[in-house]
């Protein structure tokens, strides 16, 4: 079950989602909602984008949609664990959270909180 932050009118809340085959099963504040979805796994987009060779070339993080940077939580020449939070993007009144595509060494952050970002900009560099 993955837990997430998100923030609703104003408010931040913690969900869990639960993964079924065609749904996900998402609790807020002691309901649960069941969506149906088709996406599987493979589909998932979390903002990481490959470079321009089809390779992941070290970590160059990308936005995965347009939206406002609403927290860095990582420092140039800060070590990451593969899955780490490194950044929050708002992208229509939703907090989405990037994380680590890999262990490494943040070598180059180029935006700054409030930075509003493109689809396909580039946010920060792991090596």
Known sequence: MEELKVNIDGKEHTI????GTNSLKVHLDG??????????NTQ???GLDDDASGSN???T?????PGVIFSLDVKVDQKVKKGQKLLSLVA???ENQISSPQDGVVKKIVVK???KVNKGDVLLVIE
């Open 57 to 59: 070339s070290g970590g």
């Open 44 to 46: 998932k987009d979390y």
């Open 61 to 65: 993080i990308k936005a995965n949609l």
């Open 16 to 19: 869990r989602i639960e993964e």
């Open 31 to 40: 309901k649960i909602y069941e969506v149906e979805t088709s996406l599987s």
């Open 92 to 94: 229509m009144k939703m």
């Open 113 to 115: 909180k409030n930075d």
